[in-house]
């Protein structure tokens, strides 16, 4: 008897069981986020730039994790700001996924660009490559050092002319140097690039004498230039070249050390609301992916980040470098 009950017991609760899981089965069915359709990252400058080449090394392997096509697409220009707009226009349904450099130039959107959205309006699901600013010569520029760059700007207006990418770190801190060094904004020829690719290839090949730009990502045109100086605490034994601070110090003036640009990949702050669940899995793929032996490999190779710092402390991170650049906004504005 007690026999039959236990037996009837357990088929009743292994039904249920069944009944459960075949329902829960049937609400992932359901919701079979991602493999619908394919996932847009959205990157907010042109091909060959930083941003682009992480995004595109990313790609085949969050395929194969996520189980779905993912797709590039390049929305250049306003410093990011169109890329910015156009992931806020699409539904936060984890179909459209913003991947971009975010420090300084989504910042500056908004500090400096007019932007309508604010950085809370993202969430950073990770920042990937943290990097830093370079200055750099063409390999056969007669000048030898930043400070016979800044000597030869204040001294001989418009003889130097510079790339920077719009909205840049590099942009800011030339214009900083400027500032400091007491030297009119004009007496430097500044060309503004709207991707690093662009302006790597001016300096590149001698149509401007100098560029200030991400130091990692310009692996690709080290045989075309002459590093003289980086904007760290302490040199790195990838560039040989002094810090800026030591570059400058005989004129008795020192600069602050911005953070570099952080790349990574970022979706509408709504999307967690409306999809916890997509949003788990989205981040868990982005999370696996970089764990995979093959991909460091390759990312490492190819001379790009893959760190995994997870949103919430990408989040931290953007945040405070947002406000370091707050407070030196009014340069770019000029």
Not at 170 to 193: A, D
Not at 253 to 258: E, H
Request: glycine residues 8%; positive net charge; hydrophobic residues 40%.
């Amino acid at each position: 008897m007690y026999t039959n009950i236990v037996k009837s017991t357990l088929k009743v609760a292994a039904t249920a069981v069944l009944g459960f899981g075949l329902l829960g089965g049937s609400n992932l069915l359901a919701d079979d986020y991602p493999t619908k359709k394919p996932i847009n990252m959205v990157v907010g400058f042109g091909i060959g730039g930083s941003a682009d080449r992480m995004t595109r090394s990313m790609t085949s392997f969050l395929s194969d994790e996520l189980e779905t096509r993912v797709k590039v697409v390049n929305k250049k220009g306003a410093g990011t700001q169109i890329a910015a707009n156009y992931v806020l226009s699409k539904p936060a349904d984890g179909y459209t996924v913003f991947a971009s450099t975010f420090a300084p130039y989504l910042a500056n959107t908004i500090l400096s660009g007019n932007a309508k959205y604010k950085m809370t309006d993202f969430d950073f699901l990770n920042i990937q490559w943290f990097d830093f600013e370079l200055f750099a010569l063409n390999k056969n520029s007669k000048y030898n050092s930043m400070m016979e760059v800044i000597e030869a700007i204040k001294n001989e207006p418009k003889t130097v002319k510079a790339a920077v990418v719009q909205g840049s770190g590099g942009h800011l801190m030339l214009k900083l140097l400027l500032e400091k060094f007491n030297i009119p904004q004009e007496n430097l020829n500044l060309v503004t690039y709207s991707s690093g690719g662009k302006a790597r290839t001016a300096v590149a090949g001698g149509q401007v004498d100098l560029i200030a730009i991400s130091a990692q990502g310009s692996e690709s045109i080290r045989e075309f230039i002459k590093p003289i100086a980086i904007v760290k605490d302490e040199r790195m034994k990838q560039w040989d070249a002094p810090t800026l601070n030591e570059s400058i110090a005989s004129s008795g003036i020192k600069l602050p050390v911005f953070s570099g640009s952080m790349r990574g990949f970022a979706v509408p702050a709504t999307f967690k609301e409306k999809y916890p669940e997509r949003y788990t899995k989205l981040v868990d793929g982005i999370k696996r992916t970089l764990a995979t032996k093959g991909v460091q490999k390759f990312l490492k190779k190819s001379d790009i980040g893959y760190t995994w710092t997870g949103p919430e402390q990408s989040n931290k991170l953007i945040q405070e470098s947002f406000e370091i650049f707050k407070s030196y906004s009014h340069l770019l504005k000029k």
